[in-house]
């Protein structure tokens, strides 16, 4: 079992920034592949980014490339989320989840989710 847990959401003016954290407890994160998606109201849950266990391998979707940046601290059981310039339609309850393996782009492929933190980019 892994228990995840987010933090760093809040309320932001379009083009600032944040970072999300996700804590991860139990067994030894640095064996997991971490993803982060998001879920608008009204909306399905999307995916967003992932990375690799040991972060060599990262992916992003299309809509926040070049602006998020993922990334890990195993030594500290925790992940990351920066999102610089962000837009009113980043707003969402955004999610980090694990799986054991390959990092996947598909939110049915990860076994642990945290609980959601909340991003609100106001115009």
């Known amino acids: 079992q892994v228990q995840l847990v987010e933090s760093g959401g809040g309320l932001v003016q379009a083009g600032g920034s944040l970072r999300l954290s996700c804590a991860a407890s139990?067994?030894?994160?640095?064996?997991?592949?971490m993803g982060w998606f998001r879920q608008a109201p009204g909306k399905e849950r999307e995916f967003v980014s992932y990375?690799?266990?040991?972060?060599?391998?990262?992916a992003y979707a299309d809509s926040v490339k070049g602006r998020f940046t993922i990334s890990r601290d195993n030594a500290q059981n925790t992940g990351y989320l920066q999102m610089n310039n962000l837009k009113p339609e980043d707003t969402a309850v955004y999610y980090c989840?694990?799986?054991?393996?390959?990092?996947?782009?598909?939110?049915?492929?990860?076994?642990?989710w945290g609980q959601g933190t909340q991003v609100t980019v106001s115009s």
């Open positions: 139990g067994r030894t994160f640095s064996r997991y592949a």
């Open positions: 990375i690799s266990w040991g972060g060599a391998t990262t």
């Open positions: 989840a694990a799986r054991q393996g390959l990092p996947s782009a598909r939110r049915y492929d990860y076994d642990y």
